[in-house]
Nanobody
Framework: QVQLVESGGGLVQSGGCLRLSCAASGIIFSFFDMRWYRQALGKQRELVAI???????NYADSVKGRFTISRDNGKNTVYLQMNSLKPEDTAVYYCYAVLNSRDYWGQGTQVTVSS
């Protein structure tokens, strides 16, 4: 059974930081590209960051220079370091794993940034 379990969300003041983690099980983690998405209330889910199985990363323009995605294949975990948080970063953050036609979602973790 495949599981992606996010953690690390919470309430933080504007300008603060959080680190999200996503622990994967049931897959050969190192084979998968990993992504973080987020969905704010009343809005569509949007892509935040990608890290390929080879370690290449890319970011949405709205988070470039503030967020960093990384992975530890030994721990089957992907991280999202979020600095200089803004109220508009408030959303549920989801972890996503993809390999060709196989894809899996985590259950999400809430991030709330107060002004």
């Amino acid at each position: 059974q495949v599981q992606l379990v996010e953690s690390g969300g919470g309430l933080v003041q504007s300008g603060g930081c959080l680190r999200l983690s996503c622990a994967a099980s049931g897959i050969i983690f190192s084979f998968f590209d990993m992504r973080w998405y987020r969905q704010a209330l009343g809005k569509q889910r949007e892509l935040v960051a990608i890290i390929t199985r080879g370690g290449l990363s890319n970011y949405a323009d709205s988070v470039k220079g503030r967020f960093t995605i990384s992975r530890d294949n030994g721990k089957n975990t992907v991280y999202l370091q979020m600095n200089s948080l803004k109220p508009e970063d408030t959303a549920v953050y989801y972890c996503y794993a993809v390999l060709n036609s196989r894809d899996y979602w985590g259950q999400g973790t809430q991030v709330t940034v107060s002004s």
